[in-house]
């Protein structure tokens, strides 16, 4: 069960009404515009069917029109001037989740590390359990080294 290591929100939320779902990890909030999911990073979706298939989980997940709660870490904006945040729907933290379920890999930029160790746990288990993305071999070129041109 995704749902088994439940952690609480450090620092306060600002409400959300989901507008669009951009792709696995970008969503816009009404009256906030985009917000990039931080901590996590999905294919994109010029890379089918990997990044289809994540836009599709976190849709399912957070759906347009759902609410949610922007937790922000040190740096609120990056350097695109998305909002950066941690997405909370009621007690789940939709970042780790992501990842938990096999649909994002971990990307940390520093100082925004508040979930690191969870989320590294959570791509851990993901990996050796074969689920999500792993199942297909959805992280053969991670979408850093894709958007690098490495792969």
């Known amino acids: 069960d995704t749902r088994a290591h439940l952690f609480s929100p450090v620092r306060a939320l600002s409400p959300c009404r989901i507008t669009r779902i951009v792709d696995g990890d970008t969503i816009h909030c009404d009256g906030i515009g985009s917000v990039r999911l931080i901590g996590m990073d999905t294919p994109e979706r010029d890379q089918p069917p990997y990044g289809d298939l994540a836009t599709q989980a976190l849709a399912e997940l ?22 950066l945040a941690y997405v ?25 590390v508040q979930y690191v160790d969870r989320f590294a746990s959570a791509q851990r288990a993901a990996r050796d359990e074969g689920v999500g993305l792993w199942a297909i071999d959805g992280f053969a070129c991670e979408p850093r080294a894709r958007r690098r041109g490495q792969c």
């Open 62 to 83: 957070i759906p347009v029109g759902a609410h949610v709660g922007l937790e922000f870490d040190v740096e609120r904006q990056d350097r695109y001037g998305r909002a």
């Open 88 to 112: 909370w729907l009621d007690d789940l933290l939709v970042n780790w989740w992501m990842v938990r379920a096999g649909w994002a890999v971990v990307l940390t930029y520093p100082p925004n």
